[in-house]
Every structure is written in C-alpha cells, then in structure tokens.
C-alpha cells in the first residue's frame, strides 16, 4: 500500500526546500509556508531560477515552526529565520568555511534582501502571501506529488543521485509503495503501483457506467458517458489530480552550480515517451516534458494536517 514518504516545502521560490514530517494544509489546499515568499525587483518584476540561473548557488536553511498558528486558529504573521550560505562553485559539497548569515524572514527590502541582492548582482525585495503562497498553477494550488518509484527511474537515466533528482523537481509530497498491488476499495481489479510514472494514470478522468445528455431538454436523445475526475485520500484528506506537471528549464540545471545537463530535454522526452504506461491518456499533451501531478484539495478540515506514514488510497466514485 502506498504511503506518504516525504513532505517538503519552500519557504522562499526558488530557493531549497525544507523537509518536514508533518504539514498543516491552509483552506485553499496548498501547504503552510510553501512558496510564501517570492522575490521581485524594483518594477515588481518575479526573479527565480527560470530567469536567474546563478539562484541555483545559493544554499538556505529554514527556521519555520509548521505549526505556526495564532489564537485565532490561522496561520500567524511570524515568519521565521533563514540561513544563507553560497555553495560550491564545482557543484561539489559546500565548503564548511563558506561564511553563513542569518536573518528574519520579513516582507520588503530588509532581512536577508541586501546579502540575496549582493548574491545575484541585482536588486531583489520579498513579496508574502500569508496563506496560499505563489502556486505555479492556480487552478491547482494543492501540494504537487510524485512517487518514489518515479524520482528514482528519473535518478538512473542520467546518473543522478536521488537528492539531486528531488531538488531539481522540487515536489511538494512523495509517495513510496511497500506492496506490488492495491485494490481501490471496491471490488475491482488490484492496480499495480510499484512501477515508474504510476501516478500519471491518477490524472486521467474515470468514465462511469451512467450517461448524461448532450444538451438539456426531455427531447434530447444525444447521451455521453459521464467522466469523473480520480480522487484519492493521504490520511483524511481529498485531493483531486488535477494534471501532470509541465516542466520548466529549471530540471535541466545542476542544483549546486546552475550549469546545464547538455540534451537534457530532447533525452528525458525521449525515455519518457518509451515509459509511457498503457492506461495514461496523453491526447491533452503537447510535449512529454512532464513529471508529478499537480492537485487540488477537495475536502479537508480547516488546517486539517498530513504527515509522514499516512496511506494513500483511491476514493471510489460516487
């Protein structure tokens, strides 16, 4: 049965993650502290990685209680610390010498602004969303999931290791199988789990027994299947797959240094394509560029929690 094996977040867009063994998910479905800050210059314009290559050296620690809730039950404006380092120019470990600075996670032009402007050459500030952070995709704010079959088949087509598999997809949650088959629950055929890209095929619609019609009116007699979404619970909470990620250039680029994998995405769409699973309908797709699922939250208390070795399992349609 698949498990909850990993959660992280990050704090700041751009920069590394923070791992946790528990997450508080905030009412629009994201996460408590991903992506609440974000990086702009002066006109406001967004700096991260896609632009800004040299981001990639930089190394940062969090200091973020999870937890962080006010009287009120809702996440508290404190922010939390965080450590900035520059890492090693070769890609290799970071030096243990590299000077560290510490400061205050505050929106605007103070806390860590000058010592990140000084790193990246050019005047940056810190924008902060409380509650729901900057998603990529707004349409689907909920936490991004892959499984660990699939980051380590990714690690062995180029010889990565699997933290530099995870670092370059920067996924929110991760999901380890322990068994070869789980069944949804209901009767039907037991679902193989255990190879690479099985959860792309939670991003293809379930068609129902039940029709509907076309167009409204006693006299229409045009019908088409009705088409579900599949959902599926981690612990108590719903979540919807709402699609599979496409992918920026920022995979391509060591996690150390910045530099460029050489034939990076002309190799990955290649093997990608050939590990293609029988029961994934690509016809939506423009490219095979795409890795982990994006999701929405469709039902969970307010700040309702996840953590590690929670179980993953189908809902059955209704």
């Keep these: 049965m698949p498990y909850l094996s990993g959660i992280t977040i990050y704090p700041v867009k751009s920069l590394d993650g923070m791992s946790l063994l528990e997450s508080t998910v905030v009412p629009c479905g994201a996460l408590l502290h991903d992506r609440r800050w974000r990086l702009v210059d002066a006109e406001g314009r967004v700096v991260n990685a896609k632009k800004f290559a040299r981001i990639h050296t930089i190394r940062a620690r969090f200091e973020i209680t999870n937890n962080d809730l006010n009287g009120a039950g809702k996440p508290s404006p404190a922010g939390g610390l965080i450590t900035l380092w520059l890492g090693s120019k070769s890609g290799g470990p970071s030096s243990t010498t590299q ?3 510490t400061f205050p996670l505050i929106p605007g032009s103070e806390g ?4 990140l402007s000084d790193a990246l050459g050019k005047h940056v500030f810190l924008e902060e969303r409380l509650e729901g952070g900057f998603p990529d995709d707004l349409d689907a704010p ?14 062995r087509w180029f010889g990565w290791g699997d933290e530099e598999v995870r ?42 027994d039940s029709m509907s019609p076309v167009s409204e009116g006693e006299d229409s007699l045009d019908y088409l299947p009705v088409v579900e979404p599949k959902v599926f619970f981690i612990g ?23 530099k460029q994998t050489r034939l990076f995405r002309d190799a990955f769409e290649a093997r990608r394509f050939r590990g293609l699973r029988h029961d994934v309908d690509v016809r939506e797709w423009q490219d095979y560029y795409r890795l982990g699922l994006n999701t929405s939250v469709l039902q969970s208390s307010p700040y309702d929690q996840i ?9 059955e349609p209704n």
Excluded at 112 to 115: A, D, K, L, M, T
Excluded at 307 to 315: N, P, R, S
């Design 99 to 101: 000077p560290r600075e």
């Design 112 to 115: 860590p602004c000058e010592w």
């Design 142 to 155: 909920g936490p991004t999931l892959i499984s660990t079959e699939t980051l380590n088949e990714v690690a």
């Design 167 to 208: 670092r370059r997809f920067r996924m929110n949650l991760e999901l380890t199988d322990d068994a070869h088959q789980v069944s949804s629950g209901g009767g039907s055929e037991p679902q193989v789990l255990q190879q690479p890209f099985w959860e792309d095929s939670l991003a293809c619609p379930v068609q129902k």
């Design 236 to 258: 108590e909470i719903v979540f919807r797959a709402v699609g599979v990620c496409r992918r920026c250039v920022v995979p391509s680029r060591d996690t150390q240094n910045g």
């Design 307 to 315: 953590a590690i070795g929670q179980q993953f399992k189908f809902k």
